[in-house]
């Protein structure tokens, strides 16, 4: 029988009250609390808070505060990424951010979601365990892969992966994979332009 935890990362339907998630909470509780009150200049001890507590993060990759995560542990940062101010990041599932990927304030990534009719989403054990959490979850990964750039306030939902080199522009809401090389705008999200592959 799967574990809650591996019901989540397969993106199935789990209780998000599990205890395993309760530890995972509590990590990035502490782990927020110690980076969103680290100097700017401190600029080491901030990139060894990440190394702790994140699933993975690479070289010269800066996270701005203030800071907001789930779990901490299911996000993956390549190298020269610039995450800017004010962000948060649902992890509940991986979010994998590649090599030199800009990311700008404001910016909301979501993995986790409910299924949209009650008789799906409310857990059927909750009666007789109220321990569990009254509705059921289920989580699906995100990945933006390497060089892009997603503009202030964007919004990237459940399951999405946004192409290489690609730009989206500030305010979208990602709803469905956009492909690589190209400028995608509004809500939903969908493509503007093409544009030249770097060599």
Same mark, same amino acid.
């Given at each position: 029988?799967?574990?809650?935890?591996?019901?989540?990362?397969?993106?199935?339907?789990?209780?998000?009250?599990?205890?395993?998630?309760?530890?995972?909470?509590?990590?990035?509780?502490?782990?927020?609390?110690?980076?969103?009150?680290?100097?700017?200049?401190?600029?080491?001890?901030?990139?060894?808070?990440?190394?702790?507590?994140?699933?993975?993060?690479?070289?010269?990759?800066?996270?701005?505060?203030?800071?907001?995560?789930?779990?901490?542990?299911?996000?993956?940062?390549?190298?020269?990424?610039?995450?800017?101010?004010?962000?948060?990041?649902?992890?509940?599932?991986?979010?994998?951010?590649?090599?030199?990927?800009?990311?700008?304030?404001?910016?909301?990534?979501?993995?986790?979601?409910?299924?949209?009719?009650?008789?799906?989403?409310?857990?059927?054990?909750?009666?007789?365990?109220?321990?569990?959490?009254? !509705?059921? *979850? #289920?989580?699906? +990964?995100? @990945?933006?892969?390497?060089?892009?750039?997603?503009?202030?306030?964007?919004?990237? &939902? /459940?399951?999405?992966?946004?192409?290489?080199?690609?730009?989206?522009?500030?305010?979208? !809401?990602? *709803? #469905?994979?956009? +492909?690589? @090389?190209?400028?995608?705008?509004?809500?939903?999200?969908?493509?503007?332009?093409? &544009? /030249?592959?770097?060599?």
């Amino acid at each position: 029988m799967l574990s809650e935890w591996e019901k989540c990362l397969k993106g199935e339907l789990f209780d998000a009250h599990d205890n395993t998630f309760k530890a995972h909470k509590q990590a990035a509780y502490d782990f927020l609390k110690a980076y969103n009150q680290t100097e700017y200049n401190q600029g080491e001890q901030r990139h060894q808070l990440l190394q702790r507590y994140l699933g993975s993060i690479g070289h010269t990759a800066t996270i701005g505060t203030p800071f907001l995560c789930d779990m901490a542990a299911n996000i993956h940062i390549g190298n020269k990424v610039s995450v800017n101010m004010n962000c948060s990041f649902m992890d509940s599932n991986t979010i994998t951010i590649d090599d030199e990927t800009m990311i700008g304030p404001n910016v909301q990534i979501y993995t986790a979601t409910h299924p949209t009719t009650v008789a799906e989403r409310l857990n059927p054990n909750w009666e007789t365990h109220p321990e569990q959490h009254f !509705v059921l *979850t #289920k989580a699906l +990964p995100v @990945h933006i892969e390497h060089q892009c750039w997603l503009g202030g306030g964007v919004i990237v &939902l /459940p399951g999405v992966t946004i192409g290489a080199g690609s730009v989206i522009g500030a305010g979208s !809401v990602v *709803t #469905k994979d956009i +492909p690589p @090389h190209v400028v995608a705008v509004g809500n939903p999200c969908h493509v503007l332009k093409q &544009l /030249p592959e770097r060599g």
